[in-house]
């Protein structure tokens, strides 16, 4: 507002100008963002190489035609690019997992954060490393399937930590706080390349220095345990642009190769790849021609956080749109959900903000599958919004079972998956209630409920109720597991509660 003139729907071109008529920049106080015009992919990319050189986050591209919406960026509008979010414009270090930290909520009873360390060179040249620092702790980038098929090649292998004795093949600083659940040998655990913003001095660490927003890429299958960086090597790549690790400019020769004046510098323990634009991730789809074939989702609007191999991102959008829907590249106030295909960095500070529906790709797929818009089950979420869980607590238990609809074969295991995730006190059901159960579900075809509401007293003592007497290699061993089998209880002593005595007549 401005003389009583309100900007908020003018355009950008418009704002900008009155801003530099407005204020007056005052060094230490009041500062006007230096922004240039482009219109060119080429400007746009000297701009990013230059914001690299500068050691800045990146850029905020915006339509000079667009107006102000409050906690709502339309994805024409407004484009943030960060070279570390940007694949291959930034470096990716492959580190070892040396530690693990026990999860809580749906990754309880699993290693759910891994504390990875580099290794120190070793006295002698063909030898392998035997001393691992710490280095940084990660807890993201990867899904729950992902993390528990981790978890299952390590598990064997994990062993608890003892902070008084710290195995001679870790190093980790004096005092520190940074202490794991578990350790692993190195030589069984496995290299996990991990992008971040950059390196940062910290003393929680052995090496002096950790990463600052880190997050696992993939684990590295087809490297050995001593093939993970050195010390040396994150000492050079430390100095080598003040820790920032998004130096690399964008090449727009067609050979990929360095910008002109660049040399290209030798591999340290990394993978290093050349950017072939801006990520998809952080481009609007083109929808202009796409043609509306029904009213499914109602105007409703999405945010598409990424997609899978065999379902894009971009055509997730075009199909949302094709069925009637709109988008946003950032969620907002009437953001109806945010998809999401992979746990990624972006979508998990999506879900930390707590006000979202944010749902599984898969319930976008069921919707075309069915041309029906269905509405959100348990099953569909990552995380709910407060609404949302309100309207579950309803309608479904703790485990996403519904109180009124009927259980199919396959949601039945997603609710048993489910209890296991979620752990919690061991459900304890009485013989009386299985009996109850298979009457009622399974009453001519449960074999092994046949003696369900027995209990036998076998007759395998000199003396009756006595267990220090039992008969030595007494045929009614094999009896009483026979009974077992078809659901009988099999009575220690010989009391009111039997209903059944079994003797052997011999």
């Not at 069984?188 to 950790?210: D, F, L, M, N, P």
């Not at 634009?277 to 990424?306: H, K, L, W, Y």
């Not at 106030?333 to 979202?356: P, Q």
């Not at 209630?433 to 092994?448: D, H, L, Q, V």
């Amino acid at each position: 507002m401005v003389n009583d003139t309100n900007f908020a729907n003018r355009p950008l071109s418009e704002r900008a100008e009155q801003l530099k008529k407005v204020f007056e920049p005052v060094k230490g106080y009041i500062h006007l963002v230096h922004r240039r015009g482009a219109t060119t992919k080429e400007e746009v990319v000297t701009a990013l190489n230059e914001a690299i050189d500068q050691r800045e986050e990146g850029l905020l591209v915006k339509n000079p035609a667009s107006t102000y919406c409050p906690d709502k960026r339309k994805g024409s509008g407004w484009v943030k690019i960060k070279p570390e979010y940007v694949d291959s414009l930034s470096d990716q270090l492959d580190v070892l997992i040396i530690g693990g930290y026990f999860g809580e909520g749906r990754r309880a009873g699993m290693v759910s954060h891994f504390l990875c360390g580099v290794a120190v060179p070793p006295g002698m040249p063909g030898d392998k490393p035997s001393i691992f620092q710490s280095f940084c702790k990660v807890g993201s980038g990867y899904t729950l399937t992902e993390l528990r098929d981790l978890g299952l090649k390590l598990k064997p292998h994990w062993q608890k930590f003892d902070g008084k004795r710290v195995p001679d093949c870790l190093a980790l600083p004096a005092g520190s706080r940074e202490k794991p659940d578990v350790w692993i040998p190195p030589s069984k655990s496995c290299i996990v390349q991990i992008r971040a913003a950059e390196i940062v001095t910290s003393e929680r660490y052995r090496t002096g220095c950790t990463l600052r927003f880190p997050r696992v890429e993939k684990v590295r299958a087809d490297k050995e345990y001593f093939d993970c960086m050195t010390t040396d090597e994150l000492e050079q790549l430390k100095n080598m642009a003040s820790g920032r690790l998004a130096h690399s400019h964008y090449d727009d020769e067609a050979d990929g190769g360095v910008a002109p004046g660049k040399k290209k510098r030798r591999a340290l323990g990394v993978r290093v790849e050349r950017p072939k634009g801006v990520a998809a991730n952080f481009r609007p789809t083109d929808t202009s021609d796409i043609q509306e074939v029904s009213s499914m989702f109602g105007g409703r609007e999405f945010c598409v956080v990424n997609g899978t191999r065999d379902f894009s991102k971009e055509e997730m959008e075009k199909k949302i749109v094709e069925h009637g829907g709109c988008l946003v590249q950032n969620p907002g106030s009437e953001t109806y959900c945010v998809l999401v295909a992979r746990l990624i960095v972006r979508a998990s500070s999506i879900i930390s903000t707590g006000l979202y529906d944010v749902v599984k790709a898969s319930w976008l797929s069921e919707c075309l599958e069915t041309q029906q818009f269905l509405s959100f089950e348990p099953r569909h979420m990552i995380s709910a919004s407060p609404h949302t869980t309100a309207k579950f607590a309803e309608l479904y238990d703790q485990y996403g079972d519904s109180y009124t609809d009927d259980v199919t074969e396959e949601g039945l295991r997603e609710i048993f998956m489910k209890v296991a995730e979620i752990g919690g006190e061991r459900l304890r059901v009485t013989r009386e209630e299985i009996a109850e159960m298979e009457s009622r579900y399974f009453p001519n075809s449960s074999p092994g409920g046949l003696f369900r509401q027995c209990k036998v007293y076998l007759d395998r003592y000199s003396t009756v109720g006595k267990q220090e007497t039992a008969i030595e290699a007494c045929p009614l061993e094999l009896t009483g597991l026979e009974l077992q089998m078809y659901g009988a209880e099999v009575a220690r002593d010989f009391d009111e509660t039997v209903t059944h005595v079994v003797f052997d007549k011999e």
